[in-house]
């Protein structure tokens, strides 16, 4: 997010400061106008008591430097050091409601919810990515704004299949997942799916996990293709494109940006049932609550007039509710809204 609005804010004629970590593999202090300070983090030497200190970090910069604004992409590792937060000036976006999500259980899961609480006492606004996640935060009776994430529209190129063909996965009749590897994201859901109709599947994300490799062991169906984390944006295009169902399966948090890619692909998505994915997709595609109706959904097969027209449609919601210039544009009148 930061990387499309920062640059937006820039030409609108805004000094924007982003920090990142001191070990982040890009060394650049400036990107399209946007100046990147790189603050210390012992991550690595420290695990997640690391992400601590850096958070530390860059608010005693923050504060330092005086800046009109200060945006927080999230809470989780800040929210202990929230009394060092300038409540007049402080913007936060909540992200998904984090102490839901199965893989943060007992302790981690109440200071989650502890950090969420003082996210919310400490900043002067809260921005939601989700209506139903603004609906939650209202709870906290601080102002608050619904802004979505963006994505770009990418329309099918015929280079893909070629492409697809020489990375040695399917170019027709598959059906994609791509997604971290965790419980809260259905993966085993898709996976039983898959496995019980024998439909191709291609499941892009890290199985190296724990989590992970007792997922590959339970779903060894060779229609099931582990094809890895993949970071090729035309790999991935290729994919969404030419999927013949896209399937999505986050249940916590807010707009995912995976569906809002997949739908500005033109894919035709079968997401998990839940008020988030069905404000995101607005009727499009279809909704499934566990694996039974999920396999039901994968043997069906839409007519080609009703995935141009579904593709059609996915690309204009993405295009007149997702784009990142309306975004942009919505988070600078939020800050002109606490000044």
Known sequence: MAAHTAPLWVKAGHEVVVYTISN???????????QIRHMFNPEKRLGLAGQFIYDLLCIIDARRKNFDVILQLGYTTSGIWSFLWPKDKTVT?????????????????????????????RSKLLIADNPEIAKYLKAYNVPIRTIAYGSKVVEEDQNYKELLGRHHLPTDNFHLHIGRIQPDNHVFEILDAAASTGETLVTVGDYTT??????????????????????????LN?????????LHGHSVGGTN????????????VLAHDNPFNASVLGGLGALWKDEE??????????????????????????????NWEDVAESYLLAFTSIK
């Open 210 to 235: 724990r989590y992970g490799r007792k997922l590959k062991a339970t779903f060894p169906e060779t229609n099931i293709i582990y094809a890895g984390t993949i970071y090729d944006k035309s790999v």
């Open 238 to 246: 290729g994919l969404r494109t030419r999927a013949t169902f896209y």
């Open 257 to 268: 940006p995976a569906l809002l890619e997949a739908m500005g692909s033109g894919a035709m």
């Open 293 to 322: 109706a999920l396999a039901l959904l994968l043997t069906q097969r839409p007519s080609h007039a009703i995935r141009n027209e579904q593709s059609r449609l996915s690309r204009e919601r993405i295009s007149a509710h997702f």
């Open 93 to 121: 976006n909540m992200d998904g409601l984090e102490h839901q999500r199965a893989k943060y259980a007992g302790l981690l899961s109440l200071f989650l919810k502890w950090s969420e609480r003082r996210a919310s006492k």
């Open 24 to 34: 982040h593999p890009e060394k650049i202090s400036e990107f399209k106008g946007v």
